[in-house]
């Protein structure tokens, strides 16, 4: 019984340390729960300066336009994963598809 608990205890650790280094990276935690252990955490769609890129898009003669696309359609959107411990004691994380 007592490994058990050790076991969970060790579970915590290991899940509250990953979720620290999520929100340290800018992630907010919208849900937790650590009983089962999991949390749902969002990160927010970041703003696209459009005219720098315009302005970067002109002087590189339209070659800047591979990354404005990228960084448009890409790398700006909101993201929503789930982070949980499985059965083993393993943490994973799947993403959430925004609705």
Not at 22 to 43: H, M, Q, S, W
Not at 62 to 72: D, F, N, P, Q, T
Not at 85 to 96: A, I, M, R, S, Y
Request: aromatic fraction near 14%; charge should be positive; charged fraction near 25%.
């Amino acid at each position: 019984m007592s490994s058990y608990k050790n076991k969970s205890e060790e579970n915590l650790i290991k899940f509250s340390t990953v979720l620290e280094d999520k929100t340290n990276k800018g992630f907010i935690v919208l849900e937790r729960n650590d009983k089962l252990p999991y949390a749902i955490l969002l990160k927010r769609k970041k703003e696209v300066n459009h005219i720098f890129n315009f302005f970067v898009f002109c002087v590189t003669l339209g070659l800047w336009s591979v990354v404005w696309i990228y960084i448009a359609q890409v790398s700006s959107k909101a993201k929503k994963i789930l982070i949980a411990v499985d059965e083993d004691g393993n943490t994973f994380e799947e993403k959430c598809y925004m609705g």
